[in-house]
């Protein structure tokens, strides 16, 4: 009697849980499988990385290139000579005028030398006319030759700083057939060889130019174009994400440096440059980016691959939670272990994987083993 009545209420569990009226409808949702900052991304950009510290580096005078002292990836430091120029006229001319400044010394001398007798003969007759002991005739010779000795010391010493500012030009011009950098960074490209003809900018069009190509590799940043409609999600300071698409795997972390304070009226939209806080040397000017422009810092390893779940499919059950799993048309109940917010997003460290579906929002009367109905 007692097995025949469990029977019975088997039976009925059994029917009930089939019938129409037993099927719950409930809206489903797809475990994701994201990284951090794709929770907190607010909006995508595009764009190149750019040094914002950058020359084209040619030579003060025209000469034939004699020695290039760099290539392509080379360091070098401020003021380190990069290249040099045939210095044979230029040289001589240093030397005729260090001979000329000579010249004007020795006169300079001489002149002091007259006036040193001419102020001694001068301070004697001044001595002798007062007694009446010379003539004033005599007198006004001695004055007119201690006068012009005075002219002579000061013209030969005019002529000796004329002669070291001829000096000073001369070894400016030996100087000028030296290129040096402009400031510490990385030789991107050469553009003349030895022997070539090079000549500052716009003098020529027959000569080369620039010599060599630098940057300063630690000034490197991002400059990306935002839409008008989107720049209002942008702010100097702003955490950003950056991926090159170089290297996929690789990212970087960034910050709005600038905003510029203009924008392109043809394609309507305003650059904006992002620094990099983490750069590495694979990071090269020109390479394409892309960035994503967070809502907030990320605190975790954006490396890592994250399993998420909206909050709203996550139940409390006594003191863990549980989501109910879909399997063909029931559900099954599972246990979880919840991480940290992500976003609107919560990160489920173990009991799902990435294209799980889940009941979203369930309904109180949800239990294990139920049928449902996707709405």
């Known amino acids: 009697m007692i097995i025949t009545l469990i029977i019975v209420i088997l039976a009925a569990v059994t029917a009930y849980r089939f019938l129409p009226g037993s099927i719950h409808k409930v809206t489903v949702t797809t475990v994701s499988s994201l990284q951090p900052s794709q929770a ?154 030895v022997g070539e003809v090079v000549a500052p900018f716009g003098s020529s069009t027959l000569a080369k130019t620039a010599v060599v190509t630098m940057a300063d590799m630690s000034s490197l940043e991002v400059e990306a174009d935002i839409s008008e409609s989107n720049i209002e999600k942008i702010r100097v300071g702003q955490r950003c994400e950056i991926i090159l698409d170089a290297y996929p795997q690789a990212k970087y972390e960034g910050l709005v440096e600038t905003i510029m304070p203009t924008a392109d009226r043809a394609k309507a939209t305003v650059l904006t440059k992002i620094r990099f806080l983490n750069r590495d040397h694979r990071v090269l000017p020109e390479m394409s980016a892309k960035v994503a422009f967070l809502s907030e810092k990320i605190q975790e390893d954006p490396t890592r691959t994250l399993i998420a779940v909206p909050a709203a499919a996550m139940v409390q059950k006594g003191q863990g939670k549980i989501v109910f799993l879909i399997q063909g048309d029931r559900v099954m109940e599972v246990p979880i272990e919840v991480g940290n917010q992500v976003g609107n997003l919560v990160e489920v460290k173990s009991g799902l994987q990435s294209g799980d579906r889940v009941v979203l929002n369930p309904p109180d009367s949800l239990n294990s083993g139920d049928k449902i109905q996707i709405k």
Do not use: M
């Open 40 to 193: 907190s991304t607010l909006l995508n950009a595009s764009g190149y990385v750019v040094a914002q510290r950058q020359a084209d580096v040619a030579s003060k005078g025209t000469g034939r290139l004699v020695e290039l002292k760099v290539r392509e990836g080379d360091p070098v430091k401020k003021g380190q000579v990069l290249a040099r120029l045939e210095d044979a006229d230029v040289s001589a001319a240093l030397s005729r005028a260090q001979a000329n400044h000579n010249v004007a010394q020795f006169e300079h001398e001489r002149s002091k030398a007259e006036l040193n007798e001419a102020t001694l003969s001068y301070e004697r007759g001044k001595s002798l006319r007062a007694p009446g002991l010379i003539s004033q005739a005599e007198f006004e010779t001695v004055e007119a030759r201690y006068r012009r000795a005075q002219a002579g010391v000061a013209s030969t010493e005019s002529g000796v700083r004329a002669a070291e500012a001829t000096v000073r030009s001369a070894e400016i011009d030996v100087g000028n057939t030296y290129i040096r950098a402009p400031f510490d960074g990385t030789v991107l490209a050469k553009n003349a060889e």
